[in-house]
């Protein structure tokens, strides 16, 4: 099975940018949508957004127009890029392939703050 590794997280002020990495260990078209999650302190987990093997992106209405997810097929790895960024996107964010039986990863921390 493929394994994804994210990364690139950190602080930034508001109204800044940050571009995450999610690794696969191999192919990255073999899993069929990949999504990006985040779970901020207290709350629950919520799916940012997903891209499928073919191409087709969504995002979610919170994030869209700042947010965007891009894939490199040499690097075999997604990216989410976040600009435009705000204290309420402070969270942990995961990539995940969106199997049931895929793992969670360690995620990577997100903080916006000035």
């Known amino acids: 099975q493929v394994q994804l590794e994210e990364s690139g997280g950190g602080l930034v002020q508001p109204g800044g940018s940050l571009r995450l990495s999610c690794k696969a260990s191999?192919?990255?078209?073999?899993?069929?949508?990949i999504g990006w999650y985040r779970q901020a302190p207290g709350k629950e987990r919520e799916l940012v957004g997903f891209?499928?093997?073919?191409?087709?992106?969504n995002l979610s209405d919170s994030v869209k127009g700042r947010f965007t997810i891009s894939r490199d097929a040499v690097e075999n790895t997604v990216y989410l890029e976040m600009s435009s960024l705000r204290p309420d996107d402070t969270a942990v964010y995961y990539c995940?392939?969106?199997?049931?039986?895929?793992?969670w990863g360690q995620g990577t921390q997100v903080t916006v703050s000035s």
């Open positions: 995940k392939d969106l199997s049931p039986e895929a793992p």
């Open positions: 191999g192919n990255i078209y073999s899993i069929s949508t």
């Open positions: 891209i499928k093997a073919g191409g087709f992106i």
